[in-house]
């Protein structure tokens, strides 16, 4: 069984501050990490992957992600929030060596970042 | 951009009516996701498709929720009879490869009166 877990269901940050939204995860095999951004009335929008590779994997909109396979983590991270980042992210994870799930994604519960003025 | 698209966007209806929502996916994907969003439950994935065929249904009430795939650019929801609880935020998504992202469409927001 998959499992991820995001820990705060909401982060509060100045602008221009660093945001970072925290996520660990739970697989028997390899884990596949993905971060998703969700913003009002609209569908997630995929932001960055975690396959194989370098830990740190740079995404969309200025966002990154380190993978530390040791603390089971997979933190995403900007260095300088603006308002406009303020939605609802969601980290998600599935067993990279689990073929018949095919792209099942086993999803962490949201969590909701207010970028304040 | 290639994008996943569903309609209608918005349904209110009594309960006991029959509710049919529609996802085109992605040209080339060939997994298809329904997914529910509540305030409560958070996202649930209801069932996927591979190549048409259903792969996991294990998330739907099955007495009410039918989900089908008639081909390769058209998938349905279906609910009959509806109830109140069956309100929510329906998303549909696709994917291509396995190490591939899910792109999502902007979702059904059902009100069952």
């Known amino acids: 069984a998959q499992s991820v877990a995001q820990p705060e269901d909401q982060v509060n940050v100045a602008e221009g501050n660093p945001l970072t939204v925290k996520c660990t995860y739970s697989?028997?095999?390899?884990?596949?990490l993905f971060w998703y951004v969700q913003y009002p009335n609209r569908g997630l929008q995929f932001l960055l992957k975690?396959?194989?590779?370098?830990?740190l994997v740079k995404g969309s909109y200025g966002f990154e992600a380190e993978f530390n396979k040791s603390q089971t983590s997979f933190h995403l991270k900007k260095p300088s929030a603006l308002v406009s980042d303020s939605a609802l992210y969601f980290c998600?994870?599935?067993?990279?060596?689990?073929?018949?799930?095919?792209?099942?994604?086993?999803f962490g519960g949201g969590t909701r970042v207010l970028v304040k003025p | 951009d290639a994008r996943v698209t569903q309609t209608p966007r918005h349904k209110v209806t009594e309960m006991g009516q029959e509710v049919t929502m529609r996802c085109q996916p992605i040209?080339?994907?060939?997994?298809v996701f329904w997914y529910r969003q509540t305030m409560m439950q958070g996202l649930e994935l209801l069932a996927y498709?591979?190549?048409?065929?259903?792969?996991?249904d294990s998330g739907m009430p099955k007495d009410r929720f039918s989900a089908e795939m008639p081909d390769a650019t058209l998938a349905t929801l279906k609910i009959q009879p509806s109830e109140p609880r069956d309100s929510a935020v329906y998303f549909c998504?696709?994917?291509?490869?396995?190490?591939?992202?899910?792109?999502f469409g902007d979702g059904t927001r059902l009100s069952i009166l």
């Open positions: 498709f591979r190549n048409r065929a259903p792969l996991d």
């Open positions: 998600a994870v599935r067993d990279g060596g689990a073929r018949a799930a095919g792209n099942k994604l086993t």
């Open positions: 975690y396959i194989t590779g370098d830990n």
């Open positions: 040209l080339g994907h060939n997994t």
């Open positions: 998504a696709s994917a291509g490869y396995s190490n591939q992202p899910q792109h």
């Open positions: 697989v028997s095999g390899n884990p596949y």
